[in-house]
Nanobody
Framework: QVQVVESGGGLVQTGGSLRLSCTAS????????WGWFRQAPGKEREGVSC????????NYDDSVKGRFTISRDNAKNTLYLQMNSLKPEDTAMYFC???????????????WGQGTQVTVSS
């Protein structure tokens, strides 16, 4: 059974940092591209960042470029999202997902976690 679990969310002030982690079991972690998505109340889910299978390619939404960094440790079956210079508009539930292509489109991702809440206070 595939399990994907996010952690690391919390409450932080504007300008602060958080590092999200995503661990997976029951699947071949390094056989998938991975992505981070977020969904704020009343809004659609949007792609934040993604990384290719070997980690050589990354992609970011314009809203987080220069502030967020995605990485993966295939030996630990873990995906990370380092978030710096956080803004109130970054407040959302953050999800990680495993897919087949390193693109920021949710339809390309097969396995999803339950999410971790990030709240940025002004």
């Amino acid at each position: 059974q595939v399990q994907v679990v996010e952690s690391g969310g919390g409450l932080v002030q504007t300008g602060g940092s958080l590092r999200l982690s995503c661990t997976a079991s029951g699947l071949n972690f390094d056989g998938y591209a991975w992505g981070w998505f977020r969904q704020a109340p009343g809004k659609e889910r949007e792609g934040v960042s993604c990384i290719t299978r070997a980690g050589g390619g990354t992609n970011y939404d314009d809203s987080v470029k220069g502030r967020f960094t995605i990485s993966r440790d295939n030996a630990k079956n873990t995906l990370y999202l380092q978030m710096n210079s956080l803004k109130p508009e970054d407040t959302a539930m953050y999800f990680c997902a495993a897919g087949f292509f390193g693109v920021l489109a949710a339809k390309n991702y097969k396995y999803w976690g339950q999410g971790t809440q990030v709240t940025v206070s002004s």
